[in-house]
């Protein structure tokens, strides 16, 4: 598998938890007070934003660079404080990353898997 491939691949992954994502949110009924009051809604949110940032971090360094409209960086600086942070979660800074920088990111994606 060259390289291109494996990008590719990586962008199944993180499309694959971008959906995890949108059912997690049908489940709980897409409500930011559910998801700061429901323990196993953020649980869930929670593995798919750090498993988006694991396949962020597989990505090639070219095709990171030839993109920088995404912040990949911050993307995995999201997964790296949702796995060392321990008690220090911020339901606001989940949501928003949820909410507002998701959808961009899986629109981004679902065109590099379709061309």
């Known amino acids: 598998m060259d390289q291109h491939e494996r990008d590719i691949e990586q962008l199944h992954t993180i499309l694959r ?3 995890r ?3 997690a949110k ?3 009924e897409d409500s930011f007070d559910r998801f700061q009051d429901t323990e196993p809604f ?3 949110c929670s593995l798919c934003l750090i498993q988006i940032g ?5 990505l ?5 660079e030839s993109h920088p409209e995404i912040p990949w960086s911050k993307i995995y600086g ?6 060392h942070g321990y008690e220090m979660f911020d339901a606001e800074i989940a949501w928003d990353a949820i909410q507002n920088h998701i959808p961009p990111l899986r629109a981004f994606c679902e065109e590099r ?3």
């Open 54 to 58: 694991e396949a962020v971090n597989r």
């Open 78 to 83: 999201m997964r790296c404080h949702l796995v």
């Open 21 to 23: 994502l949108e059912v």
């Open 60 to 64: 090639s360094e070219a095709f990171c």
């Open 26 to 28: 049908a489940h709980f």
């Open 42 to 44: 953020q649980d869930s």
């Open 113 to 115: 898997v379709c061309e």
């Open 17 to 19: 938890y971008c959906e």
